[in-house]
């Protein structure tokens, strides 16, 4: 199975600020990346396809970018409501696995 | 517009097996694939198996041997059965839409608690 680690698992931020997650794979999965953002009351929300695609109705502050076994999720700019859990996902080979989350705290 | 709701029982006695319904509007069975995903209290996201448009499905094969999807498509609904269940099975378990973007659509998720 692909192993998927997300660094940092906690990061405290202030409103405005750019934030960067990593998440990298043990083995290269050919930009087959998602993320998702979950909020306290458990709701997932879909953010990021295939590396670098905002999934429809996503603000353009977030982005995604990477290659090989390296991705990251950019929030240029925090707002209230993005103080949340993000979880990155491999779908290159089955089973599909999820990194271990990074909880974005405030500040 | 799309939904995705879960149900199904919130408690199952150790030994026993989970059966859990997702149903779905807003789209067809047939032309559409859904996926279980689980998440134990305080911890990950595990994806557990697809049903795909064309009725076949995959499992994550840590859980394989215990995993079963099936689906009604007349109904919109798509079942997951689980037998064995131990207290490590104690989760919220979500149905998603999943296709070439991802899981795209989320159901609200269903708690189930592995208990005597």
């Known amino acids: 199975d692909i192993q998927m680690t997300q660094t940092p698992s906690s990061m405290p931020a202030s409103l405005g600020e750019r934030v960067t997650i990593s998440c990298r794979a043990s083995?290269?999965?050919?930009?087959?990346l998602n993320w998702y953002q979950q909020k306290p009351d458990g709701t997932i929300k879909p953010l990021i396809y295939y590396t670098s695609n905002l999934q429809s109705g996503v603000p353009s502050r977030f982005s995604g970018s990477g290659s090989g076994t390296d991705y990251s999720l950019t929030i240029s700019s925090l707002e209230p409501e993005d103080f949340a859990m993000y979880y990155c996902?491999?779908?290159?080979?089955?089973?599909?696995?999820f990194g271990g989350g990074t909880k974005l705290e405030l500040k | 517009q799309v939904q995705l709701k879960e149900s199904g029982p919130g408690l199952v006695q150790p030994s026993q097996t989970l059966s859990l319904t997702c149903t779905v509007s807003g789209l067809s069975l047939t032309s559409n694939s859904v996926s279980w995903i689980r998440q134990p209290p305080g911890k990950g996201l595990e994806w557990m198996g697809v049903i795909w448009s064309n009725g076949g499905t995959d499992y994550n094969s840590a859980i394989k041997s215990r995993l079963s999807i099936s689906r009604d498509t007349s109904k919109s609904q798509v079942f997951l059965k689980m037998n064995s269940l131990q207290t490590e099975d104690t989760a919220m378990y979500f149905c998603a839409r999943t296709g070439s973007s991802g899981f795209d659509y989320w159901g609200q998720g269903v708690m189930v608690t592995v208990s005597s």
């Open positions: 996902q491999q779908y290159d080979s089955s089973p599909w696995t």
């Open positions: 083995q290269g999965i050919s930009n087959y």
